[in-house]
């Protein structure tokens, strides 16, 4: 069993999209986590930091954009996001925080 902090490094924070909000309908809540987070890692930390039931993790890599910023290239970095679907009568609650 791992701690609360370990928890907490995988899950960044809560990701509030037109996209996200779609998926709250079906029962699902979007995150970022950390880039060498797997799936059933994010299951434990979502499972444990909200005592509810995960039904199934979907998990995606956006690759960094290669951006301008005052003449010079830079690179924005790479984000993971998780798409969890909860148990029917879980819910969670974005608005209020982590």
Do not use: C
Not at 27 to 54: D, R, W
Not at 67 to 84: E, H, P, S, T
């Amino acid at each position: 069993m791992s701690t609360k902090a370990e928890h907490y490094d995988v899950i960044r924070k809560p990701i509030i999209t037109e996209k996200a909000t779609m998926a709250s309908e079906a029962n699902a809540v979007v995150f970022e986590v950390a880039i060498g987070a797997n799936k059933p890692q994010i299951k434990e930390a979502v499972e444990s930091l909200f005592n509810v039931k995960v039904k199934a993790v979907n998990t995606t890599v956006t690759k960094g954009k290669v951006k301008r910023f005052r003449g010079m290239l830079g690179k924005r970095r790479d984000v993971k996001k998780a798409y969890v679907t909860l148990e029917e009568g879980n819910t969670i609650d974005v608005t209020t925080g982590l």
